[in-house]
């Protein structure tokens, strides 16, 4: 069966610190993968995805990356943080069936509070 | 970009009670997908519902699709403490010969035992 770890489950950072969460599937080859930050128990915003090695979208300008050195492994990165990047990181991955309605599958998130 | 409005966005029911949560947009959906997201967790999905007028069972919850496949409702029978939670509705839009899903902002349900 496919699961989906993801890494720490809480993290408090100082402002302009770096910051690296990762997350792995396994169980699965080729998914695609997204990163979706959630504030305060609300709607998920994506923030990245990706289709395939190296293939990074952002949907939204930032101060926040992304990398997805292998197939299964998702990472997303912050050189400095900001006070703003304070929030609930989930990532998740659906199978690349091209389909419309494939579910997606999330980790149980990060919990990142910058101070 | 498809905005998925959610109605309401705080509900507060006793157990035993009833209650109906709404999903809607201006656009048609391609599909749609309810999930369940408790504290600190990821979502789960609950459903994908693809055809106007389709309606699911889920135990005590009933899932239905507009015919005009712009709007979606969740009912829920007799709600339970267990059932207390974050709903959201997503739908996918195409991008790079993929499928992006995009949320709405979610019902916060909370049944008081």
């Known amino acids: 069966s496919q699961t989906i770890h993801q890494w720490p489950a809480t993290l408090v950072q100082p402002v302009g610190s770096p910051l690296s969460l990762e997350c792995t599937v396994e169980g699965t080859s080729n998914p695609n993968l997204y990163w979706y930050r959630q504030a305060a128990g609300r709607g998920l915003q994506l923030l990245f995805y990706?289709?395939?090695?190296?293939?990074i979208s952002s949907e939204v300008p930032q101060n926040l990356s992304a990398s997805r050195p292998q197939d299964r492994q998702f990472i997303l990165s912050s050189k400095k943080l900001l006070l703003s990047d304070s929030g609930f990181y989930l990532c998740?991955?659906?199978?690349?069936?091209?389909?419309?309605?494939?579910?997606?599958?999330f980790g149980n998130g990060t919990r990142l509070t910058v101070t | 970009t498809q905005l998925l409005e959610q109605s309401p966005q705080f509900l507060s029911i006793q157990e035993g009670e009833n209650l109906t949560v709404y999903c809607n947009s201006s656009?048609?959906?391609?599909?749609l997908q309810w999930y369940r997201q408790e504290p600190g967790e990821g979502p789960v999905l609950l459903v994908t519902v693809v055809t106007g007028g389709e309606v699911k069972k889920l135990k005590r919850l009933t899932f239905q699709f507009g015919d005009a496949r712009k709007d979606s409702s969740l009912h829920i029978t007799a709600a339970q403490p267990g059932d207390t939670g974050l709903y959201l509705c997503a739908s996918s839009r195409p991008s790079g010969g993929s499928y992006i899903p995009t949320f709405g902002r979610g019902t916060s349900l909370i049944v008081h035992p």
């Open positions: 656009s048609v959906f391609s599909s």
């Open positions: 998740a991955w659906s199978p690349r069936t091209g389909i419309f309605n494939s579910p997606l599958h």
């Open positions: 990706s289709v395939g090695i190296g293939q």
